[in-house]
């Protein structure tokens, strides 16, 4: 084999490394494809709630249930919507629903002052009335209507739609409002005398007795303050949440109530 030949076949087998690098460098520098979700990731929505029983409460298992509770899984797993429930002192959900977006708050009283604030899906629980409850034992409490009372000392949920109820008919806190963050404080106060009144639903403080081991009988209606009929509990989002699960949570929420309590 002469040099010639040697050199001629090292030339070609150069010759053939650099085409064999020139198209990997080529295809190294073309852009390679970006692979696109088939869609957007779920939004979650954050649903907070208060401590009222019977329809709110923390069960002995550590979970968020009640009659309110029940149902609104119940419209949120026919409406697909993935959620967490979390319950808060009613002033903190109250705060969390009004300034994060995508999040939901129940069981809230639709009215005139609190209309502009969310978007709504009602109603959520059928209309409830309220009472004025003292002891059984103060025979000397005897009222005519809601003014007598202001010479008493009424217990409530700070914040609640009770409060923001009796403030506007001239009631006030520290001098015949016993306001507290803590729901099941309250029977607690009126069984040891330390308020007069404590208004409230006859199914909460009924559940609220059962609860401290306390007959239903320690406790009596001084007076029917009010009839909610047209105030309905409902579910409340941030003006801000995706309007998609909002729409979907009203249909399924419509169709709950047709199905289960009629037109």
Same mark, same amino acid.
């Given at each position: 084999?002469?040099?010639?030949?040697?050199?001629?076949?090292?030339?070609?087998?150069?010759?053939?490394?650099?085409?064999?690098?020139?198209?990997?460098?080529?295809?190294?520098?073309?852009?390679?494809?970006?692979?696109?979700?088939?869609?957007?990731?779920?939004?979650?929505?954050?649903?907070?709630?208060?401590?009222?029983?019977?329809?709110?409460?923390?069960?002995?298992?550590?979970?968020?249930?009640?009659?309110?509770?029940?149902?609104?899984?119940?419209?949120?797993?026919?409406?697909?919507?993935?959620?967490?429930?979390?319950?808060?002192?009613?002033?903190?959900?109250?705060?969390?629903?009004?300034?994060?977006?995508?999040?939901?708050?129940?069981?809230?009283?639709?009215?005139?002052?609190?209309?502009?604030?969310?978007?709504?899906?009602?109603?959520?629980?059928?209309?409830?009335?309220?009472?004025?409850?003292?002891?059984?034992?103060?025979?000397?409490?005897? @009222?005519?209507?809601?003014?007598? =009372?202001? *010479?008493?000392?009424?217990? !409530?949920?700070?914040?609640?739609?009770?409060? %923001?109820? &009796?403030?506007?008919?001239?009631?006030?806190?520290?001098?015949?409002?016993?306001?507290?963050?803590?729901?099941?404080? @309250?029977?607690?106060?009126?069984? =040891?005398? *330390?308020?007069?009144?404590? !208004?409230?639903?006859?199914?909460?403080?009924? %559940?609220? &007795?059962?609860?401290?081991?306390?007959?239903?009988?320690?406790?009596?209606?001084?007076?029917?303050?009010?009839?909610?009929?047209?105030?309905?509990?409902?579910?409340?989002?941030?003006?801000?949440?995706?309007?998609?699960?909002?729409?979907?949570?009203?249909?399924?929420?419509?169709?709950?109530?047709?199905?289960?309590?009629?037109?």
């Amino acid at each position: 084999m002469t040099n010639c030949t040697v050199f001629r076949g090292v030339f070609f087998i150069l010759l053939a490394s650099i085409v064999c690098f020139s198209h990997l460098a080529i295809a190294s520098l073309e852009p390679r494809p970006v692979l696109v979700p088939d869609s957007e990731p779920d939004i979650q929505l954050h649903v907070v709630t208060e401590q009222w029983v019977p329809y709110n409460f923390i069960n002995q298992q550590g979970e968020v249930d009640g009659r309110a509770t029940q149902k609104v899984r119940e419209v949120l797993d026919a409406a697909g919507v993935s959620y967490e429930i979390l319950l808060f002192p009613w002033t903190r959900a109250m705060k969390i629903a009004q300034t994060q977006p995508n999040t939901m708050i129940y069981s809230i009283f639709r009215t005139p002052e609190r209309e502009a604030r969310f978007e709504w899906a009602c109603p959520l629980l059928r209309p409830v009335k309220e009472h004025l409850f003292r002891l059984t034992s103060r025979n000397d409490i005897q @009222l005519s209507s809601l003014d007598d =009372a202001k *010479r008493y000392i009424t217990a !409530m949920v700070r914040g609640s739609v009770t409060h %923001e109820y &009796l403030l506007a008919r001239g009631f006030k806190g520290g001098v015949n409002l016993d306001l507290s963050a803590d729901p099941s404080s @309250l029977a607690k106060k009126l069984l =040891a005398g *330390r308020v007069d009144f404590l !208004m409230t639903t006859e199914f909460t403080i009924y %559940e609220a &007795l059962r609860l401290i081991d306390q007959p239903y009988e320690v406790v009596t209606s001084a007076l029917e303050v009010r009839d909610r009929s047209g105030e309905r509990a409902c579910m409340a989002f941030h003006p801000h949440t995706d309007s998609d699960i909002i729409n979907k949570v009203r249909r399924a929420l419509a169709e709950h109530n047709r199905r289960y309590i009629g037109p």
